[in-house]
């Protein structure tokens, strides 16, 4: 678990605001170094999150084919350049022996790793690991969609462009499941 430093944020975000050639003290800025730190708290609250713990209650359902939740929205933060990265998450599963979570938790997990400091590419194979790991799915097809403010603010400036990673696991290295799964996702 990772205990913030919120003082330390704060004094971090005041040097900031200094080293850009802003007054810290005026107005608007007062207490925009206290915001900053209880921001970064929200954001990277993932750190004290354990996304395992959502794959430990299950249940047992006649389900053998895939499970799939499409269009989970979620944020996270480059871990390059410290800016939001806003997409989407599709995450499928085929239940071993019918054991099943529950939906929300596929969301839950994908929010506990999103909520940090993150490469997609990372966040994509963290979520397909803990319900490959955690579950012992037969297969897991994670895709994530998103939108990098690294690359729409700054640098190149390409609003827009979306970035699409996958991670499969188990029966989803085969190509023909891979495209059913991907034919729900509409992809």
Known sequence: MT???????EKAVREILFAVGENPDREGLVETPER???????????????????????????????????????????EHHLLPVIGQAHVAYIPKDGQVIGLS?????VEDFALRPQLQER???QVADV?????????????LEAEHMCMTLRGIKKPGAKTVTYATRGAYTDRGRRQEVLDMMNL
């Open 3 to 9: 205990i913030m430093d919120m003082e330390r944020i």
């Open 131 to 143: 319900l490959a790991e955690e579950l012992g799915a037969e297969g897991v097809f994670v895709v």
């Open 36 to 78: 900053v730190a209880k921001m970064y708290a929200e954001v990277f609250d993932g750190l004290n999150r354990d996304p395992r713990i959502h794959t430990e209650k299950t249940f047992s359902e006649s389900a053998s084919e895939f499970v799939l939740v499409k269009d989970i929205s979620f944020h996270s933060t480059c």
């Open 105 to 109: 938790k596929l969301a839950r997990i």
């Open 123 to 125: 966040l994509t194979n």
